[in-house]
């Protein structure tokens, strides 16, 4: 199959697209960025890699670091993370408050914010700062993508100053005691790693590793065994798009996470990752373009997993 010439005709048949949807404005310093933008990459077991678009273009990672933080958290927890965190989908908006009262702040699963902001806890719990925790994290994906990267003082900023929602969540979690550090440090550590700055080339190298069975297939190091990199993955699949999981699903047909700075990341098992990235969202808050980029990929490839 030749990849460039599937990525070159996607390009093309995705520029009416590229003026479609809104780029997310509820952390004012997301807003800075080239709004009609696209890039796509992907990586193949084998090293090789195919780009389009504006690839070397750092973005947010947003949400889609919530996909290592769970990573980390499992490998570190196992099954006991469950007890802190379910695995069913939630049918609600990524930042929703509602279902947490009545599931006594439990939240649904990793990848909503109430989830991701659990997940993030037990690794503060675990390196006992809030430096240590963040450090841990960026080193786990700067050994993903091979690369240093860093965080955006002013996303994190932003996000810092206007996540109220976020701060309704740990607070609501937290009188049901499912957050055991303070909220100010797990916030600090949340935000800073969605503000965490990749480009569509580092993203997808750095999803490797759950294409094939949690380890390296360049150096073979193991970063979850195989049974979690199969849970990461299911989770991307069911929850990766909140309540626009089934329709991803129905569309791509691939694991998949967003992030509303606009990159969705995908794992084809045993064969490869792709990232995409266009910032307009949809109004589920996932990437208009790079949601249906994706489409056309599994369409053309006929790589969906179904
Ligand atoms: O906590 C938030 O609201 C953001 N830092 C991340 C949300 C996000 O990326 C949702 N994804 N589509």
């Known amino acids: 199959m030749n990849y460039q010439t599937i990525l070159e005709e996607i390009y093309e048949q ?17 807003k800075q960025v080239d709004s009609d933008d696209f890039a796509m990459s992907i990586h193949l077991l084998d090293g090789t890699s195919y780009n389009i678009g504006s690839y ?9 670091s919530k996909v290592f933080t769970f990573s980390m958290a499992l490998e570190l927890y196992s099954t006991k993370l469950y007890k802190r ?3 069913e989908p939630s049918g609600n908006p990524f930042n929703s408050l509602i279902q947490l009262e009545y599931e006594k702040g439990i939240p649904r699963n990793p ?17 006992k700062t809030k430096e240590k925790a963040f450090e841990a994290i960026n080193n786990f994906i700067n050994k993903l993508c091979k690369e240093d990267i860093t965080y955006n003082k002013e996303i994190f900023d932003s996000e810092l100053k206007h996540g109220f929602r976020n701060q309704a969540l740990a607070s609501l979690m937290k009188s049901f005691n499912n957050i055991k550090n303070p909220i100010e440090n797990t916030l600090d550590t949340y935000f800073k790693q969605c503000s965490l700055m990749m480009n569509c ?16 297939p360049d150096t073979k190091e193991i970063y979850i065994n195989s049974s979690r990199a199969k849970r990461v993955n299911s989770l991307m699949l069911t929850c990766g798009h909140y309540d626009a999981s089934g329709d991803f699903a129905f569309h791509v047909g691939l694991p998949g996470k967003s992030g509303v700075g606009g990159g969705i990341v995908a794992v084809v ?9 266009s910032p307009r969202l949809n109004a589920k808050g996932n990437s208009h373009a790079g949601t249906k980029a994706l489409e056309l990929f599994t369409s053309k ?6």
Do not use: R
Request: hydrophobic residues 40%.
């Open 301 to 306: 490839t006929k790589l969906s997993i179904f």
């Open 201 to 216: 080339e580092q993203l997808a190298k750095s999803m490797l590793y759950l294409a094939n069975h949690g380890e390296d």
């Open 56 to 64: 070397n273009k750092k973005f947010s990672i947003q949400s889609i």
């Open 14 to 30: 995705i520029q009416p697209e590229l003026t479609k949807g809104k780029v997310a404005s509820y952390i004012p310093a997301l």
């Open 269 to 277: 098992p045993k064969k490869m990752s792709i990232c995409v990235y």
């Open 111 to 127: 990848f909503i914010n109430a989830g991701a902001i659990v997940t993030t806890d037990t690794l503060l719990s675990y390196y």
């Open 85 to 87: 965190v379910w695995h």
